[in-house]
């Protein structure tokens, strides 16, 4: 059974960082990808980031800069850093697995591993 384990979420003032931290049981990262989405209030779900097997790595536009994606296979551990955070990066934050090509997709179709979120909050 694949789970899937969030940290690292909270307030934060804007121009400030936060890193989150997904740590996975059931897989491992070294063989599948893995990656971020979040949901804003009364919005979808978003893609952010995503990072394959073999250390590809993906970013939303509106992150694209400030974020940064990684992971340690050792520890099957996957992490988001966020800096120069902004009011509009507030949302519930999910960690994924799944195929690398299901990124690509619009909707994150095909993801059936899910984290079960963590919030994170950028206000002064």
């Known amino acids: 059974q694949v789970q899937l384990v969030e940290s690292g979420g909270g307030l934060v003032q804007p121009g400030g960082s936060l890193r989150l931290s997904c740590a996975a049981s059931?897989?491992?990262?070294?063989?599948?990808?893995m990656g971020w989405y979040r949901q804003a209030p009364g919005k979808g779900r978003e893609l952010v980031a995503a990072i394959s097997s073999g250390g590809q790595a993906k970013y939303a536009d509106s992150v694209q800069g400030r974020f940064s994606i990684s992971k340690d296979n050792a520890k099957n551990t996957g992490y988001l850093q966020m800096n120069s955070l902004k009011p509009e990066d507030t949302g519930v934050y999910y960690c994924?697995?799944?195929?690398?090509?299901?990124?690509?997709?619009?909707?994150?179709?095909?993801?059936?591993?899910w984290g079960q979120g963590t919030q994170v909050t950028v206000s002064s």
């Open positions: 059931g897989t491992s990262f070294s063989i599948i990808a």
């Open positions: 994924t697995a799944g195929r690398w090509d299901y990124y690509s997709r619009d909707q994150p179709i095909g993801l059936n591993y």
